[in-house]
């Protein structure tokens, strides 16, 4: 660590700056937030197929992944997330209302960022949000949620998981999550797992969330817990449920259904260009 990353960011606590993709047009602007050992090359497709004369797309690759800062001292909690999200939006000018679209642990960020600042957020949708804990009304989702844990605790705490790429097992997890975790990333990894997955209050800050929330899950997902989701959150009046057919991952259809529920209309998939005739070749 440089005296300077010392001094600024660990003594005065200093929000590291963050790489991000801004397309800097649209009146409206929507704030994207990718999962775990991911970074903000997920939403490729999903930047295709918003107007640009519509919305201004701000999506970060969050502190201790893709081009960010990897610190190796900080906790990875989601408030750190959530600050370092904070401040590069202010450093953008903006102020609000807007979107925040998340992933897998982006949604547990977007959420947060929503519950401490109500005025910066207008809309919140969260796609595959991994929300685990006790919750003494739905005993069945508290019982799923002991074992996912207990999963993603005995991942954290064995890194050659994710470095022997051979085995057959985390070749699956990688296909079915999305995850891809370099070395230099591992302990951004494992602590966001523990300190942002696993120590979490998302169900607790969206139950009286009061801005328009969508929660996206996937059919085929085998990551994250959807059995309860329903009853749970049918008290509040701002959230509203979907299912897409899909897995963990951001896919040209899940990137349809996402551009649909924020421009409100119906996304058709981007055309193949044809080749032209001096190309084909002759039978």
């Not at 300077?4 to 801004?22: A, G, I, Q, T």
């Not at 909690?77 to 903006?94: F, Q």
Request: aromatic share 10%; charged share 25%; glycine share 8%.
């Amino acid at each position: 660590m440089g005296l300077f990353d010392s001094f600024w960011h660990r003594f005065l606590r200093r929000p590291y700056r963050l790489e991000y993709l801004d397309t800097g047009i649209g009146p409206q602007t929507v704030v994207l937030l990718h999962g775990l050992a991911a970074n903000k090359e997920i939403w490729t497709d999903l930047v295709r197929y918003l107007p640009r004369s519509e919305w201004r797309i701000i999506a970060p690759d969050l502190v201790g992944f893709g081009a960010s800062p990897k610190p190796q001292w900080i906790e990875y909690t989601v408030n750190e997330h959530a600050r370092t999200v904070e401040t590069l939006l202010k450093r953008l000018g903006v102020k609000g209302p807007v979107v925040v679209l998340g992933h897998s642990m982006g949604c547990l960020v977007a959420a947060h960022i929503a519950a401490v600042r109500p005025k910066l957020v207008g809309r919140v949708i969260l796609y595959e949000p991994p929300l685990l804990g006790e919750v003494p009304e739905f005993p069945a989702h508290g019982k799923r949620s002991a074992r996912y844990k207990t999963l993603f605790g005995y991942i954290a705490a064995h890194p050659q998981l994710a470095q022997v790429e051979s085995r057959l097992l985390w070749r699956i997890a990688r296909k079915l999550s999305g995850m891809n975790i370099a070395p230099q990333e591992w302990i951004p990894f494992e602590r966001s797992l523990r300190n942002t997955i696993l120590e979490q209050q998302a169900y607790e800050e969206l139950k009286t969330i009061a801005v328009r929330t969508d929660i996206v899950y996937g059919r085929f997902d085998l990551v994250v817990i959807r059995r309860g989701i329903k009853e749970m959150f049918r008290p509040n009046p701002y959230v509203r449920l979907h299912l897409v057919s899909d897995m963990h991952g951001i896919s040209a259809r899940s990137a349809r259904y996402l551009a649909g529920l924020l421009t409100g209309r119906r996304i058709q998939p981007k055309k193949r260009r044809r080749k032209s005739a001096g190309n084909k070749k002759s039978p």
